[in-house]
């Protein structure tokens, strides 16, 4: 058998524990707008939600468009503004929001699906009640930089009330995949826009999902930002409420990590964050022992108590990836093959 082939078998007999234990799962995969605007990286991205999809996994697909709305916003004439990594929504912003997140986006994210033979429905949080908000009064909100703080009035943005997912898991059960946008309603059918990150974690709780996946543009939470190779392997929902509270994260990367471990708290199986550009990094990061993130865990998961989980935020040294297999270590027996460091799919 040529070596080509001998490291292919390696490579499924490796997938073949993960393959088991996720089969019949919900996963609800969030991504942004600059891996919506990539087309290799959506086609990419498409190949792997299709594989998921025709080994058996469940999967819900939410998404933002900041850049999106943003380019369309100048384009228009307009000053995007964003306070935090969230977007002040005035009546333009929000006519902005609905043609980009409800019209461009979502149809470009359901063609790329269709392509590679899912059968992908789109559709915003407002079909079905999906997604019940209430307008978010004014906000204090202190400067990341000075310390200094402000009210800030986000226009229309909602906070969420109650979520819906029954249509979600009516489309599942019957083999289609649900494709989200971050736009939600209140009582009296007010168009409002929501975070993404915020909504695939009320989602992914009322589901009572296997995983919640961020995909982003980095390759996970770096300890250090300037150091693409510091990557994070691991932490526990109370490390990342404490880098949170402590500031030591900061800018767009906050919502995601606060979305994370808010679903993983509540119910969610495990929060994964890893890079969306990167060539087949979600089917890496479920089916390698290494895997290509940041693994989000509650302290009682058994991967937490495997782990250094005592690594403090910031440090300077990732672990190691004989950590991270240790950690991830599968059934017995499985073959070995070394993909790229990173914390990727544990013990159930």
């Given at each position: 058998?040529?070596?080509?082939?001998?490291?292919?078998?390696?490579?499924?007999?490796?997938?073949?524990?993960?393959?088991?234990?996720?089969?019949?799962?919900?996963?609800?995969?969030?991504?942004?707008?600059?891996?919506?605007?990539?087309?290799?990286?959506?086609?990419?991205?498409?190949?792997?939600?299709?594989?998921?999809?025709?080994?058996?996994?469940?999967?819900?697909?939410?998404?933002?468009?900041?850049?999106?709305?943003?380019?369309?916003?100048?384009?228009?004439?307009?000053?995007?503004?964003?306070?935090?990594?969230?977007?002040?929504?005035?009546?333009?912003?929000?006519?902005?929001a609905k043609m980009v997140f409800a019209g461009k986006i979502n149809v470009d994210i359901t063609s790329a699906l269709?392509?590679?033979?899912?059968?992908?429905?789109?559709?915003?949080?407002?079909?079905?009640?999906?997604?019940?908000?209430?307008?978010?009064?004014?906000?204090?909100?202190?400067?990341?930089?000075?310390g200094e703080k402000s009210m800030v009035d986000f226009g229309h943005v909602g906070d969420i009330t109650s979520v819906?997912?029954?249509?979600?898991?009516?489309?599942?059960?019957?083999?289609?995949?649900?494709?989200?946008?971050?736009?939600?309603?209140?009582?009296?059918?007010?168009?409002?826009?929501?975070?993404?990150?915020?909504?695939?974690?009320?989602?992914?709780?009322?589901?009572?999902?296997?995983?919640?996946?961020?995909?982003?543009?980095?390759?996970?939470?770096?300890?250090?930002?300037?150091?693409?190779?510091?990557?994070?392997?691991?932490?526990?929902?109370?490390?990342?409420?404490?880098?949170?509270?402590?500031?030591?994260?900061?800018?767009?990367?906050?919502?995601?990590?606060?979305?994370?471990?808010?679903?993983?708290?509540?119910?969610?199986?495990?929060?994964?964050?890893?890079?969306?550009?990167?060539?087949?990094?979600?089917?890496?990061?479920?089916?390698?022992?290494?895997?290509?993130?940041?693994?989000?865990?509650?302290?009682?998961?058994?991967?937490?108590?495997?782990?250094?989980?005592?690594?403090?935020?910031?440090?300077?040294?990732?672990?190691?990836?004989?950590?991270?297999?240790?950690?991830?270590?599968?059934?017995?027996?499985?073959?070995?093959?070394?993909?790229?460091?990173?914390?990727?799919?544990?013990?159930?």
């Amino acid at each position: 058998m040529a070596v080509k082939e001998q490291l292919l078998l390696r490579i499924l007999k490796q997938a073949l524990p993960y393959l088991r234990r996720h089969r019949g799962q919900v996963m609800v995969v969030k991504l942004g707008g600059e891996i919506a605007a990539n087309t290799e990286a959506l086609r990419s991205l498409a190949e792997d939600i299709s594989l998921l999809s025709h080994v058996g996994i469940r999967c819900v697909v939410v998404h933002g468009g900041g850049p999106q709305a943003t380019e369309l916003s100048r384009r228009l004439g307009m000053v995007p503004t964003l306070v935090q990594g969230r977007r002040v929504t005035d009546d333009q912003t929000l006519d902005v929001a609905k043609m980009v997140f409800a019209g461009k986006i979502n149809v470009d994210i359901t063609s790329a699906l269709r392509t590679q033979g899912v059968q992908a429905v789109g559709m915003s949080g407002v079909a079905a009640d999906i997604l019940h908000a209430a307008r978010r009064a004014p906000t204090e909100i202190t400067d990341e930089v000075t310390g200094e703080k402000s009210m800030v009035d986000f226009g229309h943005v909602g906070d969420i009330t109650s979520v819906n997912t029954g249509v979600l898991s009516l489309l599942m059960e019957n083999g289609y995949v649900p494709v989200l946008s971050s736009l939600g309603s209140d009582g009296d059918g007010n168009i409002l826009n929501i975070n993404a990150d915020t909504v695939s974690a009320a989602v992914a709780a009322d589901l009572q999902a296997g995983k919640l996946i961020i995909l982003t543009s980095v390759a996970g939470v770096l300890a250090d930002k300037q150091d693409p190779d510091s990557l994070v392997s691991l932490l526990t929902v109370g490390q990342v409420n404490e880098a949170l509270s402590t500031g030591a994260i900061a800018g767009g990367m906050r919502p995601k990590l606060a979305a994370l471990a808010r679903a993983v708290a509540t119910g969610v199986g495990r929060g994964h964050i890893l890079s969306g550009l990167q060539h087949g990094s979600l089917l890496l990061e479920l089916f390698t022992r290494a895997g290509a993130g940041t693994l989000i865990v509650r302290e009682d998961d058994q991967a937490a108590h495997r782990a250094p989980s005592t690594l403090p935020f910031g440090a300077r040294t990732p672990m190691t990836e004989d950590a991270a297999r240790e950690v991830a270590a599968p059934e017995a027996g499985a073959p070995e093959v070394a993909p790229p460091p990173g914390q990727g799919e544990t013990a159930p």
